[in-house]
């Protein structure tokens, strides 16, 4: 079956806190807050086929659209939308796939490339070299002082390598797709850890919001596994379903104590993140430093890049990739070094005597969609019991959790993306 989508609607995404939604259309991009629900700003200026906020700042990542006219899917705009003016523009190889932003950090990922910029002066700070990564399997912690990346590794782990330390470096673009996770500080500039999260490749990957904890799901979409970072242990499992499903989005809330997972099974289920625990996953979880966002739409402050002006542009950018020339090569023996360092039993599968009787988790509420074959990204509200999603037929929905008893959520808020005609429902 097709999946259904609202033609006019390019885009389509929460920001780092979930309190407000970017939208990108084929006339331009609007800002919606969630709480309370309503559009706060809109232009009309092109095609957008990325827009991505900065929490809720002025700061917002616009990228073009593939085949509409006066837009490029390969350039990336950061504006100030409060002072209505362009900070920097960069112009990319081959088309953006995704924009991940925390207050540090900025990441903009290809198929085969991932560019690490430091986003109070747009200066590159690493090109990293992956796998054929089309469907842009990626994420950046929200939390800058706990920042981590993860991808899909583009060598298999040790227990899946047959390569020997003579044998010659495989090329990157022929790897086969593996459900390894790469985890790489963004801070330290260093490979931290891999993840043998899944014996089939990898759908989907979301960092908690202190940075503690990593959710994983294969392409198969049965199973999801929730991991510390960045000690890489295996923390929860849960099952999603018997029959194999594609998951299109995850997210923890707040305190990290549940994750929302929605699928092509046109059903949203919440999984409790229960009394085992483990490192990154105790009580520091949302009870650390936390990126506390302003009110909807301020200015940037003082740490933003509103200054970055000239520190960007494409001169600087070909300047830049000439003097990292060499470090997707540098990262990638650096990667395969560390997989074959690495223990198996880092960041591996239990062992199977253990494994066996370790039975995943069922959800602990869940929800029906109001239509089927939509894709959608799903989210859980900082100020209410709430699970909140977006579907790709362009409507935001809003149902109602019972945190004591869990079951099926009731929908309270239905909205149009696009139109803008908000209907509160009982």
Request: charged share 20%; with cysteine.
């Amino acid at each position: 079956m097709a999946e259904r989508t609202n033609p006019n609607m390019l885009f389509a995404n929460f920001n780092q806190d979930y309190s407000c939604i970017s939208v990108g259309t084929r006339k331009g991009y609007s800002i919606t807050n969630c709480d309370p629900l309503g559009r706060v700003y809109t232009k009309d200026d092109g095609a957008r086929g990325i827009v991505e906020m900065l929490f809720c700042t002025s700061l917002i990542a616009l990228v073009g659209a593939a085949h509409q006219p006066h837009s490029s899917p390969r350039k990336l705009q950061i504006v100030n939308t409060k002072r209505h003016s362009i900070i920097c523009e960069l112009l990319f190889p081959s088309s953006i796939l995704s924009v991940k932003l925390n207050r540090k950090t900025l990441v903009v990922v290809l198929e085969m490339e991932i560019y690490i910029y430091d986003i109070s002066n747009m200066r590159l700070l690493h090109v990293i070299e992956t796998a054929p990564n089309p469907e842009a399997i990626c994420a950046l912690s929200p939390n800058a002082e706990n920042s981590y990346l993860t991808y899909p590794s583009p060598v298999p782990s040790p227990s899946t390598s047959t390569s020997t330390s003579t044998s010659p470096a495989p090329n990157i673009s022929q790897q086969p797709a593996t459900g390894d996770v790469l985890l790489f500080s963004t801070t330290t500039s260093t490979l931290t850890n891999i993840i043998r999260a899944h014996k089939s490749p990898l759908s989907a990957l979301a960092i908690s919001p202190s940075g503690t904890l990593l959710a994983t799901a294969s392409d198969k979409g049965t199973v999801i596994r929730v991991w510390s970072v960045p000690g890489a242990e295996r923390l929860w499992q849960f099952r999603r379903g018997t029959r194999e499903a594609r998951i299109y989005s995850m997210s923890f809330n707040a305190v990290g104590s549940l994750l929302a997972v929605s699928s092509a099974h046109d059903t949203v289920h919440i999984f409790k993140l229960g009394a085992r625990q483990g490192p990154g996953s105790g009580s520091s979880n949302g009870s650390g430093k936390k990126d506390r966002p302003a009110s909807p739409m301020e200015s940037v402050d003082s740490r933003d890049p509103d200054d970055g002006r000239g520190a960007g542009g494409y001169d600087s950018f070909v300047d830049e990739r000439k003097k990292n020339s060499s470090v997707s090569s540098v990262l990638r023996r650096r990667s395969m070094h560390l997989t074959k360092s690495i223990s198996s039993s880092v960041g591996g599968y239990l062992p199977n005597t253990i494994t066996e009787i370790w039975e995943p988790s069922r959800d602990f509420a869940f929800l029906r969609l109001p239509t089927s074959g939509a894709r959608c990204v799903v989210g859980l509200s900082g100020t209410l019991p709430q699970v909140m999603v977006i579907s790709s037929e362009g409507y935001f929905y809003a149902y109602n959790i019972d945190l004591e008893n869990g079951g099926e959520c009731t929908l309270m808020k239905q909205y149009s993306l696009v139109d803008s005609d908000p209907s509160g429902m009982d």
